[in-house]
């Protein structure tokens, strides 16, 4: 099990409780506070809370202030108290921010609640489970619900688009194919009107009536112009749109833009200041090292460099062959030391260049690591800034162009009102005998047609368009289907996985504690869960609950259930404190709750006592138990122990 320390912890206490002062060291594993009533041993479990942040403690009644001073490792908290009328101030540093769980699991004073729950019938799951914020559960479950709910007409809604899109992606191609037929018949039908033009034989004669003719024509063609605008307007939107669709799917892809660069560029400096220290130390290592080397080569003297010193020592080449292993002196201690000292000493300066030769080798890749994530991370910014800019110009352009063929369009119906009206003006004009009049007509009426036909088209294109996006949306929506799925899973099994572990924790250290305890025809302590119908309001409703049973075993050795009304002082307390170490354990306030505090033990026998003791010794990194000396005696002699506070 992870322990939170395994430092001694120092504690000073001044006006907390009965406490005048003092100051107590506690080491990791079990501190026993032995002593007489009345001699400050709850006093001094309630300076411990105090520290840890528990308000759960009393002012000295002949005190105006009072502190509090916990020391764990190398980190101090400190905590006052000022008397404010008939309130005591806390203010300070304490190791917890929140010590609610601790008071619950931790904190095992006489009226601890998780302890106390088991002897007045509360409700235990209630207890186990109020770390965890089911309330808040259950409203996001609720919450994810009705966002799946509302999928799900999402993708029922697409789903009858989808069986809509074979037919209106055959009704557009029949009318491509209807506005294809139409506009070449009207344009063989302005080719029979330019042509009956040119013919003198249908000359009017009458200057109004050829007048309103030749402004009919130039009228069609700049309709015809027109009709090509817009066609060209319609090309471009499409192939516009679908680019801006391709970008806004690679915008998603994109990672959201990093944080600013400062926090790399500060790590790079810390790197390349490193690096260049190392570099100092191993320049300066490599003078020591050459230098050293130049001198034990040379044979008419040694000049050895010892801690950036030198010496000289005179010695013949014979005298050095015969000396398997000549002595020299140290110029700064003086000292004579053998020749093969001073070449070991190299070899560990050599060692310790090499050593710094890795470092410095680990923080260029450390460096260049860090470079290349700047650079990654400077690229995609810069590819997100592109496409959030293309996006923004294709949308620009979209909407330009947009506008222009809705101008376009409305140019186009003006023509066709125009050519209906010079149709009128050619007819009055005209004695009803005019080819060129006729073919006006016909071609006014094609005219006509092409543009229901073309609106017809827009229409259901555009609705294609918003099936087609819908279609796009759908693996999407599936996708965030299933994670609802899975959230739901996990926030349903959240609080199913705390209830069992919570009972398989109780049930385990119960069943262990009353092997190691050997309470008299008590067979078993469990606890069951099960869903209850209760009353809310004018409503019923399922509840899970914890239900507590009692076996005990009679002489003969039947076995029936009891109550735990019926437990003996001694076994409720026990009981409890069980209930409250499955609390400590399912919610791991080992990890960031040091101390565990036993207090009140006296309903139980010494010898139990100690066995309890030893059996939660295995769970906390601090366990202090307060205890009179009678009972202390009974535990273990290697437990440290505090007579006086």
């Known amino acids: 099990m992870n322990q939170a320390s395994q430092d001694v912890a120092a504690l000073h206490a001044e006006n907390v409780g009965g406490i005048d002062e003092t100051d107590v060291e506690l080491s990791p594993g079990v501190t026993v506070l032995a002593g007489r009533n009345a001699t400050n041993r709850t006093s001094f479990l309630q300076a411990i809370m105090t520290a840890m942040g528990s308000d759960q403690t009393t002012l000295k009644g002949d005190a105006e202030a009072g502190v509090v001073e916990l020391r764990v490792g190398d980190e101090t908290y400190r905590r006052t108290l000022e008397r404010n009328g008939d309130t005591v101030v806390r203010s300070g540093d304490s190791y917890l921010d929140d010590p609610s769980l601790a008071e619950l699991f931790a904190f095992l004073l006489e009226q601890n609640e998780a302890r106390r729950a ?3 019938g509360d409700d235990l799951r209630e207890i186990i489970m109020r770390p965890i914020d089911t309330d808040e559960i259950e409203a996001e479950i609720e919450s994810l619900k009705a966002e799946r709910d509302q999928i799900d007409a999402q993708l029922e809604h697409i789903e009858d688009r989808k069986r809509d899109l074979p037919e209106l992606e055959q009704r557009r191609s029949e009318l491509e194919a209807e506005i294809e037929e139409t506009r070449e018949a009207l344009a063989e039908k302005e080719a029979e009107i330019e042509s009956l033009d040119d013919d003198p ?9 050829d007048s309103a003719l030749a402004e009919l024509r130039e009228t069609r063609s700049e309709l015809e112009d027109v009709r090509y605008d817009i066609d060209t307007e319609e090309e471009s939107l499409d192939s516009l ?24 560029d500060e790590r790079l400096q810390q790197l390349r200041d490193e690096k260049q220290r190392l570099d100092a130390d191993i320049s300066q290592l490599q003078s020591a090292i050459s230098f050293n080397e130049e001198m034990l080569d040379s044979h008419d003297e040694r000049v050895f460099q010892h801690d950036g010193g030198t010496q000289v020592k005179d010695g013949s080449v014979t005298d050095q062959l015969v000396d398997a292993d000549p002595e020299v002196t140290c110029w700064t201690c003086g000292s004579t030391v053998a020749q093969s000292n001073i070449e070991t000493t190299l070899d560990e300066l050599k060692d310790r260049r090499a050593e710094k030769i890795e470092a410095v080798s680990e923080l260029e890749d450390d460096i260049e690591s860090l470079l290349d994530e700047r650079r990654e991370r400077r690229e995609r910014v810069q590819r997100r800034q592109t496409v959030e800019q293309r996006v923004e110009g ?20 003006e023509l066709r009102e125009d050519i209906e009206s010079l149709e009128e003006e050619v007819e009055e004009a005209d004695d009803g005998t005019s080819e060129v009049l006729e073919h006006h007509r016909e071609a006014n009426e094609l005219e006509f047609e092409l543009g229901q036909l073309e609106s017809e088209l827009d229409s259901i294109t555009e609705e ?4 087609e996006e819908q279609l796009d949306e759908e693996s999407t929506l599936e996708q965030r289907r299933e994670e609802i799925g899975d959230e739901l899973v996990d926030l349903r099994t959240r609080i199913d996985q705390v209830e069992q572990e919570a009972i398989e924790q109780f049930n385990e250290h119960m069943a262990a504690i009353l092997d190691i305890l050997a309470y008299e025809n008590i067979d078993r302590i469990w606890i069951e869960r099960v869903n209850r119908e209760v009353r809310e309001g004018r409503q019923k409703v399922e509840r899970t609950q914890f239900e507590l049973h009692v076996v005990r075993t009679t002489g003969n050795g039947a076995t029936y259930e009891d109550t735990v009304d019926h437990l003996s002082e001694s076994e409720r307390e026990v009981t409890g404190l069980i209930f409250a170490l499955a609390g400590y354990l399912v919610h791991e306030l080992y990890e960031e709750v040091p101390f565990m505090l036993l207090d009140s033990l006296e309903a139980i026998d010494s010898e139990r006592i100690a066995g309890l003791v030893d059996y939660f010794a295995d769970f906390a990194p601090y366990l202090v138990v307060a205890l009179l000396i009678e009972d202390a005696e009974a535990l273990d002699d290697e437990y440290d122990r505090v007579t006086e506070i």
Not at 243 to 262: H, I, K, S, T, V
Not at 464 to 467: G, H, K, L, S, T
Request: glycine share 2%.
């Open 464 to 467: 294609i368009q918003v099936i």
């Open 201 to 209: 034989a249908e000359s009017t004669g009458e200057n109004e009536v």
């Open 394 to 413: 294709l949308e620009d352009e979209i909407e330009e162009r947009e506008r222009r063929l809705e101008d376009h369009k409305r140019r186009a119906e």
């Open 241 to 264: 749109r679908a680019e801006l669709r391709e970008r806004r799917e690679e915008l998603e892809e994109l990672p959201d833009a990093p944080e600013p660069d400062e926090e790399i």
């Open 118 to 120: 088991v002897a007045r």
